[in-house]
């Protein structure tokens, strides 16, 4: 440790590098007793439990030692971080946020349009979405990389659960006010789980769950498409594949239109080339990024020329031209419609956060740049509020997009602001153009957008790592495709729970064993050279133990010591004396869990009795490593007294190397 | 080891003592790898979550290895224990089975009159319910502590539930004809959560919040029996605390009877020294357990002498005499008042198995004998099943009762047959004799029984131990008693559930050091001696990394890195290098947690290349000791191979001990 300074050296706690080395030929100092924390006051330990919930990643850090008027800078930058970057923005980073805006334009417009009919609105609907969201989000947002917009899976939901309330064709004008009420109270949700600090709520919803539930919404969205795909008139409402393959084949005689089909047909197998061309070689991400927009371009002048909108090519055909119009005094602020409003809002608020967060965290982690998720969520729900108000529907970060954002090198959110000023010229002055673009076209675009969301390959992944999580991401895929995206979510919650609870409900144990020549004690079946140690039985406990478990574990350890006996009787060992529980793992235990304890202890002093009345020392309870909070419970219930501190040691070793001289031998 | 067949020496896995004693000369064999568990098929692994889950106990180990016939006589006498035990019975046993039977009889006659007011029924209802259940647990049943019949708990919250369905002075047939459905479906319900094995969802009710339930429940009865006690004639039909006293103050001064108050008071008091005394000298326990018979006797006999039910005295009157009629076809089995049963029945069902699984655990482990919890559950639920035909509500095994049964020196279940049989005869004898029965005195019965069931001790305690549950514990309690019986309920189940998600979402991480002189790392702040080894931070995460926590996790490590690395800097000491996971308490990882470790790791991988990128081996990932089940999932995603096989290690130590010499010291 030559160079550092020497009279630091007491202060840190730091060890010296020798005596490290030199351990090595040290023994376990067998001084070393188990710790116990110094006893905690209440509101300290209260503080700091509401910390770890809720400021997790200790939000104010930037504020401590500043004065007031810096503080009050701070806080505006909080709020608006561009105001943070905006200062070091250089004409080197807008080369790259321009590129990557100009390509996500390209990509979203007519994504957009598509995404709009996906939620039964008319298509300068996802427009409009395109314009005022990523303007706010760029100002408050703290990611880099996503790109803000209407997306598929989102654009579903709130179209099914919208048009389950109100007629989208009977009444359009209510079925857009519950949307834009919907949009409000989906902004509002994300701004308060963010702003009260529950982001965490959305971790609820696993990987697992979202992998299934996307790759299920996918096929539906894909389905749905069918429609525009095949021109068919006639279609049903509902999204299951069920009812969906029952209206495709039950209009297959009359209902088809051929000239749409060969349209949707070549310009699909175009889009899914150009894909193919983009994953093979990185450098021409571009290729599929603007090959939608090629298409549109390409069929509408198609239609223009062959006149084929009038042999029944469904074509989109008028596009309001214009911005934004206000829709703030549209929103349902009383009566029933408020309630749904606000239930469906809160449904698609939760999930636009979970992609959002997705994302956010994807690229953040990519960059390596921290994001605060909670800040994130006020942002993103800022975003929708305002967005509400200038009649645009939930947007959230998109997948696709944001990876090609990201691929063409964008800087900061200015890329986002790129595309939100390509589409308002769009809607400025060239709705017209799209007047010829055929509904196949779109159907094409969406399909092939979509596929990218069947991520069959993480699927796999899941299967290999866990059959557990396989199962709640199969359930959420089989609930969205056979019955709906809110049955699908339902069940990806439920399991994902159950899951939780099973492992804190049946924690796992295992037999230890001394690998020979250390004094490593380790899970014999996870170290087939762990050898038993005679006469002691050493048991791990791999949880907390809580009231949901803690009779499972007494009983599971008694059961351990009744089977082991059993074998080491039959090979003629030495009964078992010495029941040592290693608690390394137990990281909490409540009044149940000490109970439990308490009744472990009595079960062997009686066992004793009974058995081997004429010895007093058989089957005695050792522990060892008891963390600080368990070691702080054990005091205060007086249970490290009843079983003794001397039966606490602070590792298995020291626990079998004072028990291993007491075992006796039996005839 | 001499005296041990050396043949065995290699079959069995024991080590030899000599070689553990000698291991202390021996260092950590660096040789070890961290053991890899030999891939377990699917079938398997689910055969074995299925076992643990259900048949932890493993329920059929008696049947194995057993021919056909004998197969069948112990499935018999699995499902009836009293073949079992009945053969090895004896005079000596049943002189003390009569014994507690004659003291639990003489206790249960006043208790059933009383609770069966509770649950709004005439005062038979109660004798049959101890006529019937307890001979059907006698054969089925393998408690041999557990004294059965109506309870106070119970009793309440049966007679809330139905009193809120339909009006009991009113209707009372009606009133009683859903009771014995209720009855039947809780038998039912206890049946199938033991048939299914299901036994251990019980389990999710806390300590804690039992106990503040059941404290709850014990004020929330007293307070009811304000009206024998003051001879009220309008009262309340609402449980809650200030409903009651509004009742009592109300009726102040026109409505109570001072003859009453007299002969209750009077009674409470020698109720209440006779449980003094009882407590004093645990051999003088019949003291309290033969004082309400006494209590009843003379006050009887007192108010017959001085026709005190002249002067507004409510007395018993009238008790039918004769046994239990059938009440089979009384059953609603179509219908509205079915689905009401069924709801009622469940609920009542639940809270008579906690109470009886509390009972019959707390005695088994006592005695020191095993109960099956599921098999307890069938012989519950088909006692009520049976009882529900024979005119008996539900029952259960009663708190005080057990206590005395067990200590007047109870053998078998022969003691419950006892007192079914002093209850038999008393139906059909003695009825008349409770004509006189001042309903004051059974009053001051229930109070004196229900005062035990408030634990201050165990809450005081609670609040010691554990905060969290002390908050379940209090919910519970004042739900109790200032809503009613079943928000005390849910809200005791609320927060129980809520303190597993939060351990759950939000697990302690904490930071290890080095023992001087050891290569034992242990918590920096459970142990001060603990200290930090240079250039390396070494994290211990304890708890299983699940979707629900990955990315605290993740992000708290990176946390302790920034805020550890700012410590060190400032005192000169070398940068943080190397990043060692101990991953001893983590038991599980699912597919997000995965994904979090990689996140984690290529965060390091690029705050590397940031900051020291002259360094290529700067932030080195390295995990310590993961388990059987980790290292499993780590190797099927791949991840081991990401961050290199070499950087797993057995020990702490072990990983200290080969980064420590990388260690770069900087200017």
Chains 1, 2 share one sequence.
């Not at 389950?164 to 834009?180: A, G, M, Q, S």
Request: hydrophobic residues 45%.
């Amino acid at each position: 440790m030559a160079g550092l300074p020497k009279k630091e050296e007491a202060d840190t706690k730091e060890i010296d590098m020798s005596s490290i080395s030199s351990s090595k030929r040290h023994n376990q100092n067998p001084d070393y007793k188990v710790g116990v924390p110094s006893k905690q006051n209440l509101f300290k330990e209260f503080t700091y439990t509401v910390k770890e919930t809720f400021f997790a990643d200790d939000p104010l850090r930037h504020f401590k030692d500043q004065t007031k008027s810096r503080k009050l800078i701070l806080g505006v930058q909080t709020v608006f971080p561009i105001l943070q970057w905006g200062r070091g923005y250089n004409l080197n980073k807008f080369q790259g946020d321009l590129i990557s805006g100009l390509t996500i334009a390209s990509l979203c417009i007519p994504q957009d349009i598509g995404y709009s009919k996906l939620a039964n609105l008319d298509p300068q609907y996802g427009l409009y979405s395109s314009l005022v969201p990523p303007l706010i989000y760029a100002c408050m947002g703290s990611s880099r990389d996503i790109a803000i917009g209407p997306v598929a899976v989102v654009s579903l939901l709130l179209g099914t659960l919208i048009q389950n309330e109100i007629d989208p064709t009977e009444n359009p004008v209510e079925y857009r006010r519950l949307t834009f009420t919907a949009t409000f109270f989906a902004g509002i949700t994300q701004m308060t789980l963010g702003f009260f600090r529950l982001g965490f709520l959305i971790d609820f919803l696993s990987h697992a769950a979202i992998v299934g539930f996307m790759g299920g919404a996918a096929i539906t969205i894909a389905l749905q498409q069918l429609k525009g795909f095949l021109g068919i008139n006639k279609f049903t409402k509902k999204s299951d594949i069920i009812s969906v393959l029952c209206s495709v084949f039950g209009s297959m005689h009359h209902g088809w239109n051929w000239q749409t089909l060969l349209i949707g047909a070549v310009f699909l197998a175009f889009l899914l080339f150009a894909k193919f061309i983009g994953k093979k070689n990185k450098k021409l991400f571009w290729v599929p990024a603007i090959a939608p927009l090629v298409s549109v371009i390409l069929s509408t002048f198609f239609v223009f020329v062959t006149h084929a909108d009038k042999k029944g090519v469904a074509i989109v055909n008028h596009i309001d031209k214009g911005l934004n119009p206000s829709s703030a005094h549209q929103l349902y602020l009383t009566g029933d419609n408020l309630l749904r409003g606000f239930k469906i809002g809160a449904v698609a608020g939760m999930i636009a956060l979970t992609e959002a967060t997705a994302i956010g965290r994807t690229f953040a982690a990519m960059k390596d740049y921290q994001l605060d998720g909670n800040k994130e969520m006020v942002a993103l729900g800022a975003m929708n509020v305002v967005g509400s108000m200038t009649s645009c529907y939930v947007a959230t970060g998109s997948f696709s997009r944001s990876a090609v954002n990201y691929m063409a090198g964008c800087q900061t959110a200015v890329s986002n602001i790129v595309m939100s000023f390509i589409v308002f010229l769009t809607l400025l002055f060239m709705t017209p153009l799209f007047k010829y673009t055929p509904n196949a076209i779109l159907a094409s675009i969406i399909i092939s957008a979509v596929i990218n969301l069947i991520d069959y390959e993480a699927a796999i992944l899941i299967w290999k790592i866990d059959k557990f999580d396989f199962v709640a991401c199969i359930g959420a895929f089989f609930g969205v495709i056979f019955g709906s995206v809110e049955i699908g979510l339902l069940i990806a919650v439920v399991i994902s729970f159950a899951k939780i609870l099973l492992q804190v409900t049946r924690p796992r144990t295992a037999l230890l064993g001394n690998l020979p020549g250390t004094m490593i004690y380790r899970n014999i079946q996870q170290y087939p050279e762990a050898k038993n140690v005679p006469g002691i039985l050493i048991v791990r406990v791999d949880s907390a133990i809580y009231f949901s478990n803690s009779n499972y574990i007494k009983e599971r350890i008694l059961r351990w010591l009744v089977d082991e006996e059993e074998k080491r009787i039959k090979l003629y060992r030495p009964r078992i004396q010495f029941l040592i529980v290693e608690m390394s793992p137990v990281t909490d235990i409540d009044t149940s869990g000490i109970h439990a304890l308490e009744e472990l202890h009595k079960s062997l002093q009686k066992r004793n009795v009974q058995v081997h009345w004429f010895l007093q020392d058989l089957k005695t309870l050792a522990l060892a490593n008891p963390g600080p909070v368990v070691i702080e419970k054990l005091h205060a219930s007086q249970f490290s007294t009843t079983i003794g501190e001397e039966n606490m040691y602070l590792t298995v070793a020291h626990a079998v190397h004072s028990c291993l001289p007491r075992v006796v031998e039996e005839a």
